[in-house]
């Protein structure tokens, strides 16, 4: 074999992780290498327009949305942004529901009109007294009570993880904001928006200003080490498939993706439904809660990219077990699954000069904007010990 080629930085992923650390260390002079064993950059916020012409987001919808300005002031110099407000529908009991909860719910559900104060009165008769959630149907039931938890998250919840909300961590559903007033943004975030053209787009520019930095697709981390040898190490890969899985695999969920592109012609009779020329659904997004319905969500992103285009396309999404050589696109938030990343992490911190940075190699359900955060934190703690360099 030919000699290996000595690097500052070998980076393996390239998703928002492994590209906000090659912008940073290679802006201080590093070498850097980004290694990704799919063939595009973007990790699971990649977008692409399909055959019909459609801006779709492959791996799932992906809504930025961050309560930092540091971290808006950061990804704003690659991309100018697309305010949207995330708003969905609930579909149970045969028909469409205002959702997240909030009064426009409460109305749906009582059949009349009603105000903030009557539903408030109406929460603190039917919620059940509980101070401290301890898992996802307690932070919910303390909040509404049984109907509603029943109608909108115990079957939703049981089809996305394969498990109780009794045996989830609170943070999972208490991901969902519940609102007495008319409020019905999926998302609690101050600043919410889509780059205005669309993440791989952003991702491009976030490339073009990391000087030097070389991107190798359709190259995994066993085939990178036999072409690098490099100073330090940053991995953003699954933390329990670097250890060889030497403690057991730790639980993922996958999702299994299933398109479908729409002629303007064909959406003409949706329109009733939908309430818009050229949409298939109502809303961005459809939450399906209910058992007998095979998928959890359908995706109809075209209106939260605000495109302009007669065709459209919608994604149904069907949650899965991970098993090897699926995607392994949830870390599962429950005490268990956090026992045996505790092992993991413990190998990690013992590791030489390697970085574990990620949704997938710290296990964390992180959103985007957490996730850069974290890069560009870790990314400051190797610049304070490797220091700045002098261009050549
Ligand atoms: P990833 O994007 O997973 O990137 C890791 C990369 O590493 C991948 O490209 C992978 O191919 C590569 N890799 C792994 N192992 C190897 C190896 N051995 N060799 C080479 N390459 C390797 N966040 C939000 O803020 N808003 C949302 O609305 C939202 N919706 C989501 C919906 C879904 C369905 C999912 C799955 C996630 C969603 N997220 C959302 C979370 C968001 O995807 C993550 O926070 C973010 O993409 C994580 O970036 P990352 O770089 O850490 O990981
Ligand atoms: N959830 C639910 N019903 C819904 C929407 C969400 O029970 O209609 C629960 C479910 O457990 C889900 C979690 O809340 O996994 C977080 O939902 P979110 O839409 O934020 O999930 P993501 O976009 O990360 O898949």
Redesign the pocket.
Known sequence: MADKTHIDFLI???????LVMAEQLSNAGWKCVI????DHFG???YDRKDEAGVLIHP???????TNSPRIVGYLSRFTDWHPVDYTIKSHAAGRYWSFPINLNTFEEWIGRPATTAEFETWLEEHREKIDKPANSEEVIISQVGRDLYELFFEGYTLKQWQRHPRDLDPSVCGRIPIRTNRDDRYLREEFQALPREGYTAMFQRMLESSPGAELHLGV??EEAKNRWSYTHLVY???ID?YFDRCYGPLPYRS?RFEHESFTADELVEREAISGKQGFWQPAMQVNYPEADVPFTRIVEIKHATGQQTDATTIVREFPKAWTPGDEP??PVPAADAKELYQRYAALAAGEENTTFT???ATYRY????Q?TGMALTEAAKLLERFGVRERA
């Open positions: 393996v992923g390239a998703g928002f992780s492994g290694v990704d064993k799919r990790g699971n916020a791996y799932g919808p992906h809504y930025f949305r995994d981390f953003t890969g699954p498939e999702l696109f949830y990620g949704r997938l992180y959103n985007m904007d996730v």
